[in-house]
């Protein structure tokens, strides 16, 4: 994932609104730089800006003092900006022409466009991001103010000239400053015309002006000129005559909505990439990320690249092995932005191969049609000359960007063998046209034996020191490495001898894997991973059939359903424990909070943090489960004190000494501890505390019951905050929602929450096929993928398939005497599900969702109605069976979803796991009619 765009220039931490100077800063911030904006919002609470939602997230804002500010600031700023842009007129009308100045008239008209901004982002606030509704209230806010004080400058009295007036203010202030926030251009000015009109023609209405085609003409050009900010182009071109002199910047590195083109750009930023190649590559970038001077940027950049000697050199090292350029092409404001905004790097190959750099805006029509339409308004200036450079980017850019084809559909087209056939002439030319054609015919090996001829592909490679791509040249050399063991392989002619090759090449594979994942860059690294998974199988496949022995005791069963994995068999949350490895890596390491239903994997989660982090920290298990007998707050520190105390060396607890129950009474249990604390920091020698909470719901029942004090979770929060040695990792049931009591609120605040669900494809096809090392049982493909469709891959059903699987083979095989594969197929999966014993072993897991989930009397309606309809229900047949209000319906349905119960599959409701679907069919509803 790209990087968030940072700020050059000053960013304070926190808006003051008695510093007059940030006034103007947040003035300019909205008129010219809306990253900055943006960039404020996310560094006062990343988290909140990428994930708040609804009401609830918008009113926690009222909680932070940055966002408070920016409330405040912006009605100011508004009125402020209005006042020195209107004042002037009025008066000027009232000492020459007598006309008498209402100000309250005037003030009340700005208020009232204030208003309204700030209610457009309020809607947006809750409706979709809180930090985007933030950022366009206040844009939308300020701009609407001065927009209208605008018109209101040229009085009432001229007709339609204030309209036109209105119509340019609105234009310039409203359009561009909403599209800067949204991050397309094109839509800002076209809004900026179509409110503009609107507002001026309504306001003619409004003040009895008569308003002729003539004047709806004039309307328009009016609202063009704001919208393109045509008023400020004068300034904007003295100040790039000004900027030869070197002492001011260019408008365009500070201005990121300019709109129509200004001179002298290109020998700012050609002296820029002189002095700091890299510095000048990147603001070249940002200017481009303009679509309205993506052209200029261009032609520069095509100029600049046919200049260097070696221009091969420049593409990957200024471009592709560029990190600072892994950053959106702008700031994301919305949820699909994190995912589908391109970065600088696919934005410079797409425009150095004179392709359109798309973001893909769904189904909003009105920024798609933006888009096209700026590219059909720019794209005649742009650089068309193909030469074997552009043929050569335009073939990274596919496989590059976002929605790029598979490696080998792209890779095996005439074009594409074009492309990197043509650059041999280049320096380092000829090793990149040969490893893309190693790519390519490794891409299309479709058998075991093809992979011999992979030695002789690479052997004339040069070595990786004398290389333009080193770390390319290392992979494609392991790639080698992995053809020599299978010709091993195919040589030998004893089966230990042809286990051992496949399963070094197996091995090679894997470390590849994690090599490239670190070292290679894209585009290579997605070629190189496309190959693994094209080889993977095929050494799978060899294996497997070379794997067929003589089973003479029955499968130990590695499949664990229900009880908490570790070691070798905790498969498939690499996911979560490389997301701990992240927070836990850094210097202040959060809290964390693991939530989930129950058997989605958190006790074995819990129970493997020692593999990785028992180096740096001392792992307290602290199971509130083998605590529930405990009855009063103190006793419950005691117990935690006393369990940090025994994972000390002997040396430590002698120099600690041992607590006791005495010291920790309910009144002074927070004394006691942070005094036990203070003295445990000198035992520690720079180790961590690392305390696991499993059923972390049980303090809430104990909260509940009056055993536990209250505020004992807001005490908790206080120890983490204080002493950063002191990590508390919460696991349990509740979901956000229902950790927003106010006994959770203080707490989860703090600390990081981290969703456990259900096993992504990948992970549950690991678990399925190798629950451990030596695992000696073989699936069919289809098999495989009827396990994960069934389970929808909850870890807990998955194991308990297929422990089904192992105990019917070991049955059929050693009890029944039945001769068979030792393979999985279809039709043993099939039998497995079919049988009683399924729903009966896995009753306690399905019982347990359908009673966290059915919180009142209307989820149950749904489900049942659900649970006959295979391809589910629609919304509308849903409330037409079920008769529920919408009001009861949409509620149901948000608990079914936030408990993963049921999701959306185009217009259709279903069930998340088809195993449950068939529970409430056949035991729930069988129930009930019995």
């Given at each position: 994932?790209?990087n ?24 300019y ?8 904006l ?11 800006y990428?994930t ?15 966002y408070?500010?920016l ?26 022409f ?10 009340f ?7 309204v ?11 979709g ?24 400058a ?9 309209c ?7 234009g310039?202030?409203f ?43 004039a309307?328009s ?38 709109v129509?083109?200004l001179p002298?750009?290109r ?19 940002e ?5 309205f001077q993506?052209?200029l ?17 420049f593409?990957y090292?200024r471009?592709?092995?560029?990190i600072?350029?892994?950053?959106y092409?702008?700031a ?34 009105l ?8 590219w ?23 496989l ?19 492309a ?10 000829a ?6 054609a190693a790519?390519?015919r490794?891409?299309?090996?479709q ?26 040249m ?11 063991e ?20 197996a ?16 585009p ?18 060899a ?10 005791e029955?499968?130990t ?28 890596t ?12 129950r ?13 990785r982090f ?6 307290i ?5 083998l ?29 600690l ?11 002074d ?22 305390i696991t909470?499993?059923e ?16 004992l ?6 120890i ?10 919460f ?7 229902e ?78 005497g039945?001769?068979?594969e030792?393979?999985?197929s ?5 039998a ?8 009966r ?11 966290q ?16 309809a ?61």
């Amino acid at each position: 994932m790209p990087n968030f765009p940072t700020y050059r220039g000053e960013l304070p931490a926190c808006l003051n609104p008695r510093k007059a100077r940030h006034y103007f800063l947040l003035a300019y911030w909205v008129f010219f730089r809306p990253t900055a904006l943006k960039c404020y919002l996310y560094q006062v609470s990343p988290e909140l800006y990428k994930t708040g939602r609804g009401k609830k997230a918008l009113f926690d804002t009222l909680h932070i003092l940055a966002y408070r500010n920016l409330y405040l600031m912006a009605p100011i700023i508004a009125l402020f900006l209005a006042l020195l842009v209107s004042v002037p007129f009025p008066l000027m009308e009232h000492f020459i022409f007598g006309i008498p100045v209402d100000i309250f008239a005037w003030l009340f008209k700005v208020i009232i466009g204030v208003a309204v901004g700030v209610a457009v982002g309020v809607a947006v606030g809750v409706g979709g991001g809180v930090a985007g509704g933030v950022a366009v209230g206040v844009a939308v806010g300020v701009g609407l103010g001065v927009g209208v004080a605008f018109g209101l400058a040229f009085g009432l009295g001229v007709g339609v000239v204030f309209c036109m007036a209105l119509g340019v203010g609105v234009g310039v202030a409203f359009g561009l400053a909403f599209g800067g926030m949204i991050g397309n251009l094109g839509v800002g000015v076209g809004v900026g015309v179509l409110f503009g009109m609107g507002f001026g023609i309504l306001s003619g209405m409004t003040f009895g002006m008569a308003i002729s085609i003539a004047d709806c003409v004039a309307l328009s050009m009016s609202v063009g000129v704001g919208a393109s900010r045509a008023i400020f182009y004068p300034i904007q071109w003295i100040l790039s005559l000004l900027s030869l002199s070197n002492r001011i910047k260019h408008p365009f590195f500070w201005d990121e909505l300019i709109v129509l083109p200004l001179p002298y750009i290109r020998r700012s930023l050609d002296h820029t990439l002189q002095q700091n190649e890299q510095k000048g590559l990147f603001q070249l970038a940002e200017i481009m990320s303009n679509p309205f001077q993506g052209w200029l940027m261009q032609k520069i950049l095509h100029d600049y690249l046919h200049q260097k000697e070696a221009p091969l050199h420049f593409i990957y090292n200024r471009i592709l092995d560029n990190i600072a350029l892994n950053t959106y092409m702008f700031a994301p404001l919305v949820a699909w932005q994190w995912k589908y905004v391109p970065n600088y790097h696919s934005l410079l190959l797409g425009e150095l191969a004179g392709k359109q750099v798309k973001i893909d805006f769904s189904d909003d029509w009105l920024a798609n049609t933006s888009e096209k339409l700026v590219w059909w308004l720019t794209n005649p200036f742009r650089e068309k000359r193909s030469t074997p450079l552009t043929q050569f980017a335009a073939l990274l850019y596919a496989l590059y960007k976002l929605d790029r084809a598979s490696p080998a559909d792209t890779l095996n087209q005439t074009w594409a063998k074009e492309a990197y056939t043509n650059i041999k002439h280049y320096p380092n030319g000829a090793e990149i046209s040969q490893s893309f054609a190693a790519f390519t015919r490794f891409l299309n090996y479709q058998n075991l034996t093809d992979l011999i001829q992979a030695q002789t592909l690479i052997a004339d490679l040069p070595e990786p020191h004398t290389a333009i791509r080193p770390s390319v040249m290392i992979a494609l050399t392991r790639l080698g490495q992995i053809g020599a063991e299978v010709a091993i392989y195919q040589d030998s002619t004893s089966r230990v001898n042809k286990l051992s090759a496949l399963a070094r090449a197996a091995d090679h594979l894997e470390e590849l894997k994690a090599y490239i994942h670190t070292q290679v860059n894209e585009p290579e690294r997605f070629i190189i991973e496309a190959i693994i998974e094209q080889w993977q199988p095929l050494l799978i496949e060899a294996s497997g059939e070379l794997g067929q022995f003589v089973i003479t005791e029955p499968v130990t069963n590695p499949y664990v359903a229900g009880n908490p994995v570790t070691g070798a068999l905790f498969v498939g949350r690499d996911d979560v424990m490389l997301r701990l490895e992240e927070l836990w890596t850094a210097p202040e390491a959060p809290s964390v909070i693991l939530y989930g239903h129950r058997r989605m994997g958190k006790t074995s989660i819990l129970k493997n943090l020692g593999a990785r982090f028992s180096h740096h920290s001392h792992i307290i298990d602290f199971n509130m489960q083998l605590r529930k007998s405990i009855k009063s707050t103190g006793q419950l520190i005691y117990s935690l004190a006393l369990a940090c105390y025994d994972r000390l060396t002997p040396e430590q607890k002698i120099a600690l000494g041992q607590p006791t129950s005495n010291d920790f009474s309910d009144e002074d249990f927070n004394i006691t501890f942070i005094h036990f604390l203070e003295r445990l920091n000198k035992q520690l020698q720079n180790q961590r505390l690392l305390i696991t909470v499993d059923e972390f719901e049980i303090i809430e029942d104990g909260i509940k019951k009056g055993y536990f004090d209250p505020n004992l979770l807001d005490f908790w929060r206080g120890i983490i905050q204080t002493y950063p040695w002191f990590i508390m990792a919460f696991a349990g049931l509740h979901n956000l929602e229902e950790m927003c009591h106010d006994y959770w609120h203080p707490l989860f605040g703090s600390v990081t929450a981290i969703p456990i669900s259900f096993l992504t494809h990948g992970a549950a096809r690991q678990l399925i096929i190798q629950p451990n090392p030596d695992f000696p049982l073989n699936y069919d493909v289809d098999a495989i993928e009827q396990i994960i469709q069934l389970t929808g891959g909850q870890p807990y059903l998955v194991q308990l398939i297929c422990h089904a699987l192992v105990s019917r083979f070991n049955r059929q095989t050693f009890e029944e005497g039945a001769e068979r594969e030792r393979r999985f197929s279809l039709e043993d999966v099939q039998a497995v599900i079919e049988s009683k014993a399924l729903f009966r072993d896995g009753n306690a897991y399905f019982a347990g969702v359908w009673a966290q989930s059915t919180v009142d009397q209307v989820q149950p309606v749904i489900l049942k109605t659900l649970a006959p309809a295979p391809d589910g229900l629609t919304v509308a047949q849903l409330a037409a069976q079920t008769h529920l209000s919408d009001q009861a319906l949409m509620h149901a349905l948000k608990v079914l979803k936030n408990h993963d119960v049921l999701k959306k599959q185009g217009d259709r409701l279903i069930y998340t796991v088809i195993l449950m679907q068939r529970w409430v069919r056949e035991i729930i509803m069988q129930r009930t009619m019995v």
